[in-house]
């Protein structure tokens, strides 16, 4: 267990190997967060995936009998928060459980044994003793279910998914961990899991994160945050708002490198007009990790070459995820190598245009077989048009 303040413990369970979450790429593990709060009545936020319940129970052990839990509190159900639910419930057999309105449903759709389960409407509250929790409804962040609770009288946020890190760490508060690694974490996590819903960021921050005062964020992944509260609290306000930088993310595929000096040309263009520039080649990055670029870049241009009269099928793959965590508002523009139809860069066109309020007003750039030198001064010169765009549209 880990003391997070007099009577609050960590008792989750730390995931080292996990490498996949999703089909986000997890190099760092990750944990699942559950905490005890010791008062008249004995609370405990959350437990772990399933396989890692005996570790859970450990670190409850070492603080109190586990049969004395008098609440659990549910903050989502997804099975990486709710997984040991019903074994701990076996052993705490007199314990209250409490959920939203959806998490009600969704708990008894997983775990019908379930029977008894309290819920928590906006702003509710539960009483302990000496200590009293609000709980906030967060719905779609990121599953209908999900809510906070705050503990006013320490100051601390149980944020639930939001604020959260894929993190396996010996040590678990934020002053004791690598400050550039925990932001790049916030932000990948923010960018593949949170980003779709922008908006109820916003209205989550309005309800259940400005009006309280907060000294210590407690999310269920991750690291504990006391340091870098506020800090967190508003590069999540400046990502859920679009705030991006002048800088521009460069995406391709390439088969014979027409389309790797195509991208390599728009990419000097930009570096050139001084813009901040990313260069990602699909066979050897992520697109989880691209992700974590694509958050604050004004501009996303993508490249294809043609196959089989269609894109490159890393190309495609970027794009439906693209699609689906819906970033708004950005500068897109296509380009590629084709040998005779040239369907590729046209594709990535038109799905890029499908993106909501982007700016796609440049045409799509394709370039017939291996560019010659005057074709790439024209590739160059197009990055520097990127670039004007870029300019005048980040004040």
């Given at each position: 267990?880990?003391?997070?303040?007099?009577n609050?413990?960590?008792?989750?369970?730390?995931?080292w190997?996990?490498?996949?979450?999703?089909g986000?790429?997890?190099?760092e593990?990750?944990?699942?967060?559950?905490?005890l709060?010791?008062?008249e009545?004995?609370?405990?936020?959350?437990?772990?995936?399933?396989?890692?319940?005996?570790?859970?129970?450990?670190?409850?052990?070492?603080?109190?009998?586990?049969a004395?839990?008098?609440?659990?509190?549910?903050?989502?159900?997804?099975?990486?928060?709710s997984?040991a639910l019903?074994?701990?419930?076996?052993?705490?057999?007199?314990?209250?459980?409490?959920?939203?309105?959806?998490?009600v449903?969704?708990?008894?759709?997983?775990?019908?044994?379930?029977?008894?389960i309290?819920?928590?409407?906006?702003?509710?509250?539960?009483?302990?003793?000496k200590?009293?929790?609000?709980?906030?409804?967060?719905?779609?962040?990121?599953?209908?279910?999900?809510?906070?609770a705050?503990?006013?009288?320490?100051?601390?946020?149980?944020?639930?998914?939001?604020?959260?890190?894929?993190?396996?760490?010996?040590?678990?508060?934020?002053?004791?961990?690598?400050?550039?690694m925990?932001?790049?974490?916030?932000?990948?996590?923010?960018?593949?899991?949170?980003?779709?819903?922008?908006?109820?960021?916003?209205?989550?921050?309005?309800?259940?994160?400005?009006?309280?005062?907060?000294?210590?964020?407690?999310?269920?992944?991750?690291?504990?945050?006391?340091?870098?509260?506020?800090?967190?609290?508003?590069?999540?306000i400046?990502?859920?708002?679009?705030?991006?930088?002048?800088?521009?993310?460069?995406v391709?595929?390439?088969?014979?490198?027409?389309?790797?000096?195509?991208?390599?040309?728009i990419?000097?263009?930009?570096?050139?007009?001084g813009?901040?520039?990313?260069?990602?080649?699909?066979?050897?990055n992520h697109?989880s990790?691209?992700?974590?670029?694509?958050?604050?870049?004004?501009a996303?241009?993508?490249?294809?070459?043609?196959l089989?009269?269609?894109?490159?099928p890393?190309?495609?793959?970027?794009?439906?995820?693209?699609?689906?965590?819906?970033?708004?508002?950005?500068?897109?523009?296509?380009?590629?190598?084709?040998?005779?139809?040239g369907?590729?860069?046209?594709?990535?066109?038109?799905i890029?245009?499908?993106?909501?309020?982007?700016?796609?007003?440049?045409?799509?750039?394709?370039?017939?077989y291996?560019?010659?030198?005057?074709?790439?001064?024209?590739?160059?010169?197009k990055?520097?048009?990127?670039?004007s765009?870029?300019?005048?549209?980040?004040?």
């Amino acid at each position: 267990m880990v003391t997070i303040k007099k009577n609050i413990y960590w008792v989750g369970g730390v995931d080292w190997n996990i490498r996949d979450f999703h089909g986000y790429t997890t190099e760092e593990g990750s944990s699942y967060n559950a905490y005890l709060i010791i008062d008249e009545k004995i609370t405990l936020i959350d437990t772990v995936k399933g396989y890692l319940y005996e570790e859970m129970l450990s670190r409850i052990s070492e603080i109190i009998d586990p049969a004395k839990i008098d609440n659990i509190i549910s903050l989502h159900t997804e099975m990486d928060h709710s997984g040991a639910l019903p074994e701990i419930y076996k052993v705490a057999k007199n314990a209250k459980i409490y959920a939203s309105p959806q998490g009600v449903i969704g708990l008894k759709k997983h775990y019908p044994e379930l029977k008894e389960i309290a819920t928590c409407e906006e702003g509710s509250t539960l009483n302990t003793g000496k200590y009293t929790f609000t709980f906030h409804l967060a719905q779609m962040l990121h599953w209908p279910d999900n809510m906070a609770a705050y503990l006013g009288e320490e100051k601390i946020l149980f944020s639930n998914d939001a604020f959260g890190q894929h993190i396996a760490s010996s040590v678990h508060f934020d002053d004791m961990y690598s400050e550039g690694m925990f932001f790049r974490q916030a932000m990948k996590y923010y960018a593949n899991i949170v980003q779709c819903y922008n908006e109820r960021v916003v209205a989550f921050a309005k309800k259940a994160v400005m009006p309280h005062d907060i000294e210590i964020i407690c999310p269920s992944h991750g690291i504990i945050i006391r340091k870098y509260t506020k800090e967190i609290i508003a590069k999540y306000i400046e990502w859920a708002t679009n705030t991006v930088k002048k800088k521009a993310l460069v995406v391709y595929d390439s088969m014979w490198e027409s389309t790797d000096k195509l991208a390599r040309q728009i990419q000097r263009g930009l570096e050139d007009s001084g813009v901040e520039t990313s260069l990602c080649d699909l066979k050897y990055n992520h697109i989880s990790d691209i992700m974590t670029d694509v958050l604050d870049s004004a501009a996303i241009i993508v490249g294809s070459p043609t196959l089989n009269s269609n894109m490159l099928p890393n190309v495609a793959a970027f794009l439906c995820y693209l699609k689906g965590l819906a970033p708004v508002k950005r500068i897109g523009m296509a380009f590629g190598s084709f040998g005779w139809n040239g369907q590729g860069h046209k594709q990535v066109h038109s799905i890029l245009s499908e993106l909501k309020e982007w700016d796609v007003s440049l045409e799509p750039l394709g370039v017939k077989y291996i560019p010659t030198e005057e074709e790439l001064a024209m590739v160059y010169q197009k990055g520097k048009s990127i670039a004007s765009l870029i300019e005048n549209t980040v004040k």
